[in-house]
């Protein structure tokens, strides 16, 4: 068993409560420790207390868009690896305002099968590996 200083720390943020939570369910399932938020609003809340180590959103949502969220975790907490979906044209003009500001996002386009996912994640497991492992990360 893993020591939870081991354990990747997801937020998962989208406005549909039902994707939200599935995918949180299958990183649960999977060895993350998942939590699912269904705003750009509560997330931001929910990251003070979390500290995530992934920020997986939605771009498209009522209120804060993801990019803003990104944005604002980015700035918060530097190491965090942020993934955002989206299956809105209008994501492309955002994302190129967010680059005009410094910041570059992964983008994968909706709809994400939960294996993309869970690959980015192990990916990203075996760079931070490559660097000393989980217990380097902050928090």
């Known amino acids: 068993m893993a020591r939870e200083t081991d354990v990747l720390r997801v937020l998962v943020v989208d406005d549909d409560a039902v994707i939200a939570d599935s995918l949180a369910l299958i990183l649960n399932a999977n060895g ?4 699912p938020v269904h705003s750009a ?3 931001l809340e929910e990251s003070v207390l979390l500290a995530p180590d992934v920020l997986i959103s939605d771009v ?3 209120g804060k868009s993801g990019i803003d969220l990104a944005i604002y975790i980015s700035n918060t907490v530097p190491t965090c690896k942020i993934i955002l ?3 809105q044209a209008q994501t492309a003009d955002l994302l190129a305002e967010a680059e ?3 910041c570059r996002f992964e ?4 709809p994400v099968h939960p294996e993309v996912i869970l690959q980015r994640l192990s990916e990203y497991v075996t760079s931070l590996s490559e660097l000393g492992g989980l217990e380097m990360r902050e928090g």
């Open 60 to 62: 498209v949502m009522t």
């Open 107 to 110: 983008l994968l386009q909706k």
């Open 41 to 43: 609003e509560e997330a």
């Open 32 to 35: 993350y420790h998942a939590k």
């Open 85 to 87: 979906f989206s299956g």
């Open 100 to 102: 005009a500001h410094g």
